[in-house]
């Protein structure tokens, strides 16, 4: 069955990563908290048969908040920035995200590993760039003519990053 791969290759990766009590429910959903904050939703898609991966990236800021909803849109039109990751937003917390599925077919533990690396540092790269829209700085190609800026911030390098079982 399908969802015995996904199931097999998330205890092979929590194994690896010594990750204890993995909780996969009956519907092929779990939560990964990676670095105490950052929570990846990992789910598998059973009509498609693929792994789709979410993760929420930060709120849309209130000042600026159309410009970065039309930026995160256009973005999904541009594979070299999105890298063929969809970003959305979730109405119900204000919150834009950023998934990705991959067909469960092609899909064993080193590519899962690889993958998932792959998401997490893109992951932290929009979380980057949407503090800086958070404190008011424009997307790249905006125009600020209708609504104010309000500052820069600066990025911080973290290490490798530590994960625990998600709510």
Same mark, same amino acid.
């Given at each position: 069955?399908? @969802?015995?791969?996904? @199931? /097999?290759?998330?205890?092979?990766? &929590?194994?690896?990563? !010594? $990750? ?11 939560? $990964? ?6 929570? @990846? ?8 048969? =693929?792994?789709?991966? +979410? &993760?929420?990236?930060?709120? +849309? ?14 973005? !999904? ?13 979730? $109405?119900?917390? /204000? ?11 092609? $899909?064993? @533990? ?19 760039? %949407?503090?800086?829209? %958070? ?8 125009? /600020? ?7 820069? =911030?600066?990025?911080?390098? &973290?290490?490798?990053?530590?994960? %625990?079982?998600? &709510?």
């Amino acid at each position: 069955m399908p @969802i015995d791969t996904f @199931i /097999n290759i998330l205890h092979e990766f &929590a194994s690896r990563i !010594n $990750l204890v009590g993995l909780q996969i429910d009956a519907s092929g959903y779990c939560c $990964l908290d990676v670095d105490h904050g950052t929570f @990846i939703h990992i789910k598998h898609e059973s009509k498609r048969d =693929a792994m789709i991966f +979410i &993760a929420e990236i930060g709120q +849309i800021p209130e000042i600026n908040g159309g410009h970065v909803m039309r930026y995160l849109l256009r973005m !999904n039109d541009n594979p070299e920035e999105s890298k063929g990751m969809t970003l959305s937003y979730n $109405l119900e917390s /204000n919150n834009a995200a950023i998934g990705y599925q991959y067909p469960m077919r092609f $899909l064993n @533990i080193e590519k899962f590993e690889e993958f998932f690396k792959m998401f997490l540092d893109e992951v932290d790269r929009w979380k980057q760039k %949407m503090e800086l829209y %958070m404190q008011g700085t424009l997307p790249k190609g905006e125009d /600020n003519s209708k609504e104010g800026e309000r500052g820069n =911030a600066s990025s911080s390098d &973290a290490g490798s990053p530590e994960f %625990m079982v998600g &709510a």
